[in-house]
């Protein structure tokens, strides 16, 4: 491993640590950070059972929420930008992630059982991603305006069955514009211990097919002539993503730009776009990043609380327009 890379790895384990404390330290009720080491070390820690009670049941499981969301979007977002060769896509800008609380809007109106609303988020999510990359391409490349505008449509189209379907539904449509701002809040360890199967599938095999990946990165014609199917390996990528954003959007709703700024962040600080380097480093930062924006969300204006989606966007919005001026300037 390059020391710059190990640097990188490093930082992110001490930020994630640091935020980690501070984040189970603070809310309603204050918690000593030197008893909550103490006390995961083992040594006692002089925490009330009532602090403890907070920080195993309450605390802890939004954190790891945080973190495992983070990872799965991130790694979805270098998957997709890897596909469509280009820095601008995203889960969220190009319209799957709006097909997947669609699909969760559904389980919710039919009344369905809880498990229905991954399920439904992730085939209304792969039908549309399939949809978009089939009407991007462009010749044997995938057109990145073509890409943009489809999203936008897809995107706007499936939010007015949604909004139609908080009208219907009326003064019970909370749990949906909570999806649609994204929410933390509800995490606990059955719902953490649902997120790690699709997390350890897409990871893993994302990073098996990381040196196919790579290949996409030279163009379709010069990986389809070194032995890639390059069709069959973006349709499973494309696949795979949904399924996370599928189970990310039916847990904690719709966060967007974790995908966009913390691939290319990654880019920029190891100067590589080797999905090698990117994978591992990407999912880690996006941990990192989610539980950040959450903590923010959550101490910012206490006890009023900011829906994690709102922060993100913060750092998003202008983010995104950083890189579209700047691929106008390359271009």
């Given at each position: 491993?390059?020391?710059?890379?190990?640097?990188?790895?490093?930082?992110?384990?001490?930020?994630?640590?640091?935020?980690?404390?501070?984040?189970?330290?603070?809310?309603?009720?204050?918690?000593?950070?030197?008893?909550?080491?103490?006390?995961?070390?083992?040594m006692g820690g002089d925490l009330s059972e009532s602090m403890k009670t907070i920080l195993v049941n309450v605390r802890l499981p939004r954190i790891l929420?945080?973190?495992?969301?983070?990872?799965?979007?991130?790694?979805?977002?270098?998957?997709?930008?890897?596909?469509?060769?280009?820095?601008?896509?995203?889960?969220?800008?190009?319209?799957?992630?709006?097909?997947?609380?669609?699909?969760?809007?559904?389980?919710?109106?039919?009344?369905?059982?809880?498990?229905?609303?991954?399920?439904?988020?992730?085939?209304?999510?792969?039908?549309?991603?399939?949809?978009?990359?089939?009407?991007?391409?462009?010749?044997?490349?995938?057109?990145?305006?073509?890409?943009?505008?489809?999203?936008?449509?897809?995107?706007?189209?499936?939010?007015?069955?949604?909004?139609?379907?908080?009208?219907?539904?009326?003064?019970?449509?909370?749990?949906?514009?909570?999806?649609?701002?994204?929410?933390?809040?509800?995490?606990?360890?059955?719902?953490?211990?649902?997120?790690?199967?699709?997390?350890?599938?897409?990871?893993?095999?994302?990073?098996?097919?990381?040196?196919?990946?790579?290949?996409?990165?030279?163009?379709?014609?010069?990986?389809?002539?070194?032995?890639?199917?390059?069709?069959?390996?973006?349709?499973?990528?494309?696949?795979?993503?949904?399924?996370?954003?599928?189970?990310?959007?039916?847990?904690?709703?719709?966060?967007?730009?974790?995908?966009?700024?913390?691939?290319?962040?990654?880019?920029?600080?190891?100067?590589?776009?080797?999905?090698?380097?990117?994978?591992?480093?990407?999912?880690?930062?996006?941990?990192v990043f989610l539980l950040f924006c959450d903590t923010i969300g959550r101490t910012i204006i206490a006890p009023v609380e900011v829906p994690i989606g709102?922060?993100?966007?913060?750092?998003?919005?202008?983010?995104?327009?950083?890189?579209?001026?700047?691929?106008?300037?390359?271009?």
């Amino acid at each position: 491993m390059h020391s710059s890379t190990r640097k990188i790895y490093v930082i992110l384990i001490v930020l994630l640590f640091m935020i980690s404390i501070f984040s189970l330290s603070t809310g309603s009720v204050l918690i000593p950070k030197t008893g909550i080491v103490k006390y995961f070390l083992g040594m006692g820690g002089d925490l009330s059972e009532s602090m403890k009670t907070i920080l195993v049941n309450v605390r802890l499981p939004r954190i790891l929420m945080a973190v495992l969301i983070g990872m799965l979007l991130s790694s979805s977002g270098t998957v997709v930008q890897t596909v469509f060769q280009n820095p601008l896509a995203d889960p969220y800008i190009i319209g799957i992630a709006a097909s997947a609380t669609f699909g969760a809007v559904l389980a919710f109106v039919f009344n369905l059982p809880d498990i229905m609303y991954g399920v439904l988020a992730f085939v209304t999510s792969v039908v549309v991603s399939l949809i978009i990359f089939k009407l991007s391409k462009s010749g044997n490349k995938s057109d990145i305006t073509t890409l943009l505008i489809i999203g936008i449509a897809i995107s706007s189209f499936l939010g007015a069955f949604t909004s139609f379907a908080m009208y219907l539904i009326g003064e019970n449509s909370f749990k949906i514009v909570t999806w649609m701002m994204g929410y933390l809040g509800s995490a606990s360890w059955s719902k953490i211990v649902i997120l790690l199967f699709p997390l350890m599938v897409s990871v893993f095999y994302f990073f098996a097919k990381r040196h196919e990946l790579d290949l996409l990165l030279s163009g379709d014609e010069e990986a389809h002539a070194l032995g890639v199917n390059v069709e069959k390996l973006k349709k499973r990528m494309l696949i795979v993503s949904s399924l996370i954003v599928g189970f990310s959007v039916a847990f904690t709703g719709m966060i967007g730009f974790v995908g966009l700024i913390v691939p290319h962040t990654m880019r920029l600080l190891t100067k590589s776009s080797s999905n090698t380097k990117l994978i591992p480093l990407a999912s880690l930062g996006g941990g990192v990043f989610l539980l950040f924006c959450d903590t923010i969300g959550r101490t910012i204006i206490a006890p009023v609380e900011v829906p994690i989606g709102v922060v993100t966007s913060f750092f998003g919005a202008p983010f995104f327009l950083y890189l579209a001026m700047r691929s106008k300037k390359g271009g």
